[in-house]
């Protein structure tokens, strides 16, 4: 250091022989240079890395069989056929239910350069960025097969290759993917990947699918290498997601390479309503209304607001057997909430009407239900506007029968007779202990789509551009692109069958109610 200063005084010195400025300035000006420089290469990062873009959405093609019942006001709806659930579309040269974005020209979400929220991190302590670490095993297929289900004629080989000694060749319609464990629920990811095709009409597709969220996947359509990345986010009650190369078409030749997925950050922040029931005592009137009386479908119960109170963290809807003389009673009224003489059970209904209402988001309720026979619980939304089913109802969740239902209903030519979307889940196909624990119900709600996820499975999803009221009320109008309230209620007989056997008190718990938007 001594040395390097000696000499820079005898060149300062020679300088000033002829005119040079003084040392002082000298290094004023370098380090300006240095600032500047640095200055250009956070331009240049920033051009590559600090702007995300957002294509238009994928769209879902979708049928709507005539499903389920009514929560309506008035009149009853009957009961009817309910559809399966959406069958899984891996192995079958199917990569999930959405359409084929690379045909549309509608790929998915283009993430920001990797590892942002690290260097977010970095900047605000001054430590250096981690470079991201990547979740995926054998990414560039160096270990051949291992970790990844190779389906349809694909190939592992050792030529054609982005980087290293192997890669991915895929011909006709075929491909490979891979289970991934152990990810963050409510987190965001980025998947990118390189991959090239010889034919630009026989799309390569890099993707991500059964993450509690909508399919998304980005085209490669170039005949060289190219890097293309797409962003997701897991669902609340995700941990896993399955990740894709696949080709579409053609006998055309494709090939795929380094596939590299890191964590972002966390998808949603606070909610934009939420009620965790953490009180004591009745639910906050401020958040919640009470229904009361026999309210629809010929059910058993009296609703009334003393079968909802709040207790340990947890919302408890009390399904009770209880006799008293019916208010409302008329002797020979062919009216079944008046020719009742007797209220012989009793339960309660919760709803957010005139209190919160809200339009597209993300709905998240934690709760464990019944599964008794003769119970009814649920979760679900109705339209402010227009008479039901015009209005719009969405069936987040019911269990009766021994399923779990996620149904979506709207208008037809004839009044209090609606178009049904619905999935029905035997409780049977989960494990033993499944009803005595709590589950994480989702309602991901767009203006294109609407989608139902249990514990981060995908129930039930509808494309908006199918659930357009009939002529009967509000013709023509979407009762899904219209502000919903939120119920939860406990019936009970009625769809939910007999009560003979069932044990009283039954009881129905919610833990927490989040909407975000």
């Known amino acids: 250091m001594i040395k390097a200063l000696g000499v820079l005084v005898l060149v300062w010195l020679f300088r000033v022989g002829l005119g040079a400025p003084p040392i002082g300035e000298v290094m004023l000006r370098g380090m300006m240079a240095k600032r500047h420089l640095l200055a250009l290469l956070s331009l240049s990062v920033c051009a590559t890395g600090c702007h995300e873009a957002t294509p238009p959405p994928i769209a879902i093609e979708s049928t709507q069989p005539e499903a389920g019942r009514g929560h309506d006001d008035p009149p009853d ?12 579309a891996a192995g079958s040269g199917d990569t999930g239910n959405t359409r084929d974005a690379a045909e549309t020209g509608e790929a998915g979400t283009t993430a920001d350069a990797a590892g942002r929220a690290d260097v977010a991190a970095a900047a605000d302590t001054g430590a250096e960025p981690q470079a991201p670490v990547n979740l995926l095993r054998n990414p560039g297929f160096e270990e051949g097969s291992a970790h990844w289900s190779v389906w349809g004629g694909a190939q592992i080989i050792d030529d054609n290759t ?3 000694d192997h890669a991915l060749r895929l011909t006709r319609v075929n491909g490979a993917e891979q289970l991934v464990e152990g990810l963050e629920p409510n987190t965001t990811y980025r998947l990118s990947g390189w991959a090239r095709t010889d034919n630009p009409e026989h799309i390569v597709t890099i993707g991500v699918k059964h993450h509690g969220n909508q399919e998304v996947r980005v085209p490669f359509t170039e005949a060289v290498y190219r890097e293309n990345a797409v962003e997701f986010s897991t669902g609340f009650g995700s941990t896993s997601a399955i990740i894709y190369a696949y080709k579409h078409r053609g006998e055309s030749t494709a090939h795929a390479d380094s596939l590299f997925l890191a ?3 966390t998808a949603y922040g606070e909610p934009l309503w939420a009620d ?8 906050d009137p401020e958040r919640w209304g009470f229904e009361e009386g026999f309210v629809r479908n010929e059910e058993l119960q009296w609703y009334q607001r003393e079968n909802a109170f709040q207790e340990g963290g947890y919302l408890i809807l009390e399904g009770r057997e209880e006799r008293r003389a019916n208010p409302n009673y008329i002797a020979g009224s062919a009216d079944w909430k008046t020719n009742r003489e007797f209220i012989e059970h009793t339960s309660a209904s919760i709803r957010t009407r005139d209190r919160f209402d809200w339009m597209y988001g993300r709905v998240v309720v934690r709760a464990k239900v019944t599964n008794h026979t ?7 939304t109705l339209g402010v506007d227009c008479p039901w089913p015009s209005n719009g109802e969405i069936d987040i969740m019911e269990n009766y029968g021994g399923n779990i239902l996620a149904n979506f209903a709207w208008g037809t030519d004839r009044p209090w007779t609606p178009s049904w979307d619905s999935s029905r889940t035997p409780v049977s196909s989960f494990d033993a202990d499944w009803s005595e624990r709590f589950h994480i119900w989702e309602l991901d709600w767009t203006e294109n789509r609407l989608a139902i996820y249990l514990d981060g499975q995908l129930l039930n999803e509808t494309s908006l551009a199918n659930t357009i009221n009939g002529a009967a009320e509000c013709a023509g109008q979407n009762p899904f692109q219209q502000r919903h309230y939120l ?4 019936a009970l007989g009625s769809n939910g069958g007999s009560v003979e056997n069932l044990s009283f008190p039954t009881r129905y718990i919610v833990d927490y109610v989040r909407i975000y938007p």
């Open 276 to 283: 965790e029931f953490d009180g004591a005592g009745a639910p």
């Open 487 to 490: 119920l939860l209620n406990l």
């Open 263 to 265: 964590r972002v950050g």
């Open 77 to 88: 709806a009957a009961d009817g056929r309910d559809t399966g659930n959406i069958p899984d």
């Open 162 to 164: 982005h980087e290293g």
């Open 374 to 380: 003769g119970t009814w619980p649920a979760i679900w």
